[in-house]
């Protein structure tokens, strides 16, 4: 990441801006100032690069606010294949249900170059406890999270060609992305290493007319097709697509 910001702002400048934009967005915003201090005192900045991956199911991770950049949230199927389930962008938190529920059900992978304010995971729950203000907020996270859920299984059985195709898509880019960060290579860009027959036979439908909506999708600039695959240009739009377009 840059180590800069606009107009000369420097890194830690730039990251308490976007913090306290996050804050404003995000669940916390209603915490009263005591409350936020108790959850500031031992909370820690991290930037996180692409493709890496946050934690798995299984794991208890700290709580995070999401600053900004996109972070895939998903689950591995026993034959290894990762399924989306959502994506968490700036003002959303991550890895709350472990407060509650003890290790995580799911898995994290920064989807894009991102920023966390990570909370101890001890002082949350503490807080939580005494604080009704604090569970609340938590709650109304864990209930959008939720109902993002629903969302993609509606998408997933009911959605149209065009919106199973940027989901597919996304799912590729990401495991590709994390394949290659793990064997030491940088993130780049976000490439979904499949053919036109491949990406017919995962979203049921055949080569011809998934040739005809990829290239409607280069139209608008959400993709590039190269001999490698396919180019996530605008994974944010793609992302629109898949979850909100069904």
């Known amino acids: 990441m840059s180590t800069a910001g606009t107009d000369g702002l420097g890194a830690d400048d730039e990251f308490d801006l ?14 009263p100032a005591a409350v936020m201090a108790r959850l500031r005192l031992d909370a820690v ?9 946050l934690y798995r199911a299984g794991d208890q991770p700290r709580p995070a606010l999401v600053v900004s950049g996109m972070v895939r949230l998903f689950i591995t199927t026993p034959e290894g294949r990762e399924v989306n389930l959502a994506y968490a962008r700036s ?12 290790p995580s059900q799911v898995s994290a992978q920064a989807f894009t170059d991102t920023r966390l304010w990570r909370f101890g995971l001890s002082s949350m729950r503490d807080v939580a406890a005494s604080q009704p203000t604090l ?5 109304r996270q864990l209930l959008d999270r939720l109902y993002r859920v629903i969302v993609e299984v509606r998408g997933a059985t009911f959605g149209d060609l065009r919106s199973r195709v940027a989901r597919h898509l996304l799912d590729l880019a990401a495991e590709q992305q994390a394949d290659h960060v793990e064997a030491g290579g940088h993130a780049g860009e976000l490439l979904a290493p499949v053919t036109h027959q491949q990406l017919a036979d995962a979203v049921g439908s055949v080569r011809q007319t998934i040739g005809k909506v990829l290239a409607k999708l280069h139209t608008d600039g959400l993709v590039e097709q190269t001999r490698h695959g396919v180019v996530l240009v605008d994974p944010e739009a793609l992302r629109a697509e898949g979850w909100d377009g069904s």
């Open 18 to 31: 976007a913090l306290d934009a996050a804050l404003q967005a995000s669940e916390l915003a209603t915490l």
């Open 135 to 139: 569970a609340l907020a938590l709650a």
């Open 91 to 102: 003002g959303e938190l991550i890895g709350v249900a472990g407060i509650i529920d003890g």
């Open 45 to 53: 900045r991290a930037e996180v690069p692409a493709g890496r991956v």
